[in-house]
């Protein structure tokens, strides 16, 4: 849906070097991302994006991906609140930070979900890229 939007110059000139600066990028395309990411911090405050080698993913401010917190939360033994401490122990975090992912995960379970999935599709690539090596090297 078209909007017009009257950017500031010097916003409009930064807006520009910085697209040019991402292989692949437009103006519009960024600004139209950056829009987006401003507003899922501004609903979920704890949460920052960073990028990846996947692309951008939505993180702890203060420390690991949503999606890292969720695998570990989905492969933990135990349910509910001690599900929550497990993982807070597990990965050094405080309960408080562990809820921030999960609040994060119930707006946006389906694409945290596709980052799990990728994840592991990785790690199961290495694995085999490893395994091959040994087998080479034996």
């Given amino acids: 849906m078209p909007l017009s939007v009257r950017f500031p110059p010097g916003v409009l000139d930064r807006l520009r070097r910085r697209a040019q600066s991402i292989p692949g990028s437009t103006p519009s395309g960024l600004a139209i991302r950056l829009m987006e990411e401003g507003l899922r911090q501004a609903e979920h405050p704890e949460i920052v994006f960073k990028d990846r080698p996947t692309g951008r ?31 807070a122990e597990l990965l050094g975090l405080t309960e408080s930070a562990v809820r921030v ?38």
Avoid: M, N
Avoid at 61 to 84: I, M, N, Q
């Fill in 57 to 87: 993913c939505a993180a702890l401010a203060f420390g690991p991906d949503v999606w890292e917190v969720t695998k570990a939360l989905h492969e933990f033994d135990e349910r509910g609140p001690a599900a929550v401490g497990g993982t």
């Fill in 101 to 138: 992912a999960i609040a994060y995960y119930a707006d946006y379970a389906d694409e945290i979900d596709a980052e799990v999935d990728a994840a592991k599709a990785a790690s199961e690539a290495a694995e085999r890229a490893w395994l091959s090596e040994q087998r080479l090297l034996a």
